[in-house]
């Protein structure tokens, strides 16, 4: 197939089940492409919302291309786009997706100047929440064509509406596995990669939504199950010379290296499989090999086994743990662990001996740049939204990532129970708009304002103390709360001995009724153990404590 860049007919293939809410966003931006010759196929796989989703897909008319099926999951709705596309190539875009203008433009450029026609294009993209022009950069190191089905291994950032691929590949090698209801994509990509050429190209031609009704969120098990077999796979029929090649190392070391990546990123059977495969490659090897081979099949379960635990563990032995992982010369720490103190004392001993680990902030690894990317982009657009002019941070920690949103509001009070770090905010950081105050959120009188911003604090309470607390927030006259919630937890734990559990504010002992709104803070901590983490919105008023 050899088809001139310009004249090409391009099929953007979106399927959608009970998707109403974002699918004329999404063939909005398909329609709004500058290439000139494209097609959009709407696939509506049985939807069950009483014809809301096909109402959006008729009213385009015969600007698209719209067929119905039987629900048979996304990987049989995109096969069956294959099927109907009249296309030479084919770009999937979910429903809930954007693609920017030059999407299928510049890819096919690329496609041009490709070495050959069996050539697969993929691109960078951007992730966001609600507002598309506060997307969040995912930037692909790309890797050479020889390399990609390893890296496609090792990591799992590829965005798959990102690609242009050539109908010919769906007809060597087939379509979307129909039995796989998470990981259809890459189990395709490996398939086609033996074949054809994967090229990167570094645009981000893409704004990939995230929200709380992905199949990612909800079907957590599935995912794992899935992503464990794939990739174990992966390991399997990834060849010798290719893995050599791509990796740069030595065969069982390069395995080692899958098994370490694999178990960092929670997947263990998959990691077991490629430590087996290192293992069966290591006679012979010198002994430097051995070694290494060994340090890193050691260390790979062990990172497995502490990280989820991570949180959990007494704040001392966390940092043990840190530095044992890191290889870091040790000196023997204090054998007694965070003491059960009144709140605090309890927490200015974090804030004075960083107990929370955070490389950046004191308050943790889940208040560095990263982890807050999409509440400081969404913060300020909700304010707007609901016109608050008075916003209270409780608590507001050592204000690392907060002083780097702009706020529009009238006056910002971060209050926390920990003396020197308020009098250090307030030095550095106070001004006519913005005062720090420190009270105990239990029992002091806080300034009443229009919302309560309470990130990561209750999380670290028992359930009394953090009754309390919310019991406090009602009193002081607050019309709003916005705080964390795991909102796909099952059941709430009491603090225990630890520092920090998840809680879904929505379950016993606190019952709060369906947040108003949810900003998914897109969590990676824990080797995504905490996808789920999001900031809820509620009135104070609707929250009844007893």
Not at 265 to 294: D, I, N
Not at 489 to 513: E, T, V, Y
Request: some cysteine; glycine content about 8%; aromatic content about 10%.
């Amino acid at each position: 197939m050899n088809v001139p860049a310009q004249t090409a007919l391009v099929s953007i293939v979106i399927p959608v089940y009970n998707g109403s809410n974002y699918l004329g966003e999404a063939i909005d931006s398909a329609l709004a492409q500058t290439y000139p010759n494209i097609e959009v196929v709407v696939i509506n796989d049985g939807s069950t919302d009483d014809g809301r989703t096909e109402k959006v897909a008729l009213s385009y008319g015969d600007r698209i291309r719209y067929y119905k099926k039987e629900n048979g999951g996304v990987a049989s709705a995109l096969s069956y786009g294959v099927e109907k596309m009249a296309g030479d190539f084919f770009s999937w875009l979910s429903h809930d997706d954007l693609y920017v203008p030059e999407k299928i433009s510049r890819q096919m450029q690329a496609l041009a100047q490709a070495a050959g026609p069996r050539t697969v294009i993929y691109s960078n993209y951007e992730v966001f929440t609600d507002d598309p022009d506060t997307a969040v950069r995912v930037t692909l190191r790309g890797v050479p064509p020889e390399a990609f089905r390893y890296w496609l291994t090792i990591e799992n950032r590829l965005h798959g509406c990102a690609l242009l691929i050539p109908k010919q590949a769906f007809a060597e090698c087939g379509k979307f596995d129909a039995a796989l209801r998470t990981t259809q994509d890459y189990d395709l990509w490996f398939r086609m990669a033996e074949k054809f050429s994967f090229v990167h190209i570094p645009d981000i031609l893409v704004k990939a939504r995230s929200h709380a009704e992905q199949d990612s969120l909800k079907m957590g098990a599935v995912v794992l199950g899935e992503c464990n077999a794939l990739l174990s796979g992966f390991a399997l029929r990834l060849g010798e010379g290719e893995l050599k090649q791509a990796s740069g190392e030595p065969l069982p070391l390069a395995y080692a290296r899958i098994a370490s990546s694999m178990w960092w990123r929670g997947f263990s059977q998959a990691a077991m499989t490629a430590s087996r495969l290192a293992l069966a490659k290591l006679a012979g090897e010198p002994l430097p090999t051995q070694l290494r081979v060994g340090a890193s099949l050691v260390l790979g379960p062990l990172k497995y086994c502490v990280q989820p635990l991570r949180r959990l563990l007494p704040a001392r032995v966390r940092g043990l743990v840190r530095r044992l992982l890191r290889g870091a010369r040790l000196r023997a720490p204090p054998a007694e662990a965070v003491r059960d103190l009144a709140l605090k004392e309890k927490f200015s001993e974090v804030y004075d001996k960083n107990i929370f680990g955070g490389a950046k902030s004191r308050s943790g690894e889940g208040s560095d740049m990263v982890q807050t990317a999409v509440i400081r982009r969404e913060i300020p657009r909700l304010l707007q939204s609901l016109d608050v002019k008075t916003f209270l941070d409780a608590p507001c920690g050592d204000w690392y990532w907060m002083r780097h949103v702009d706020l529009p509001v009238d006056r910002y009070i971060g209050v926390d129970i920990v003396e020197p770090m308020i009098a250090r905010n307030q030095r550095e950081f106070g001004t006519g708009k913005t005062s720090f105050q420190c009270l105990n959120l239990a029992s002091s009188e806080l300034p009443k304002v229009d919302l309560i911003f309470s990130r990561d604090c209750l999380v670290h309470l028992s359930f009394d103390d953090a009754r309390k607390i919310i019991a406090n927030f009602k009193r002081s006259g607050a019309t709003y709360l916005l705080t964390t919630t795991f909102t796909q937890r099952k059941a709430n734990q009491d603090l225990g001995s630890g520092f920090w559990r998840p809680l879904n504010k929505q379950l016993p002992p606190f019952n709060f009724p369906p947040p108003q709104l949810l900003i998914n803070e897109g969590c990676t901590e824990g080797n995504n153990m905490f996808t789920d983490k999001c900031l809820g919105l509620w009135r104070l008023e609707d929250i009844d404590l007893k």
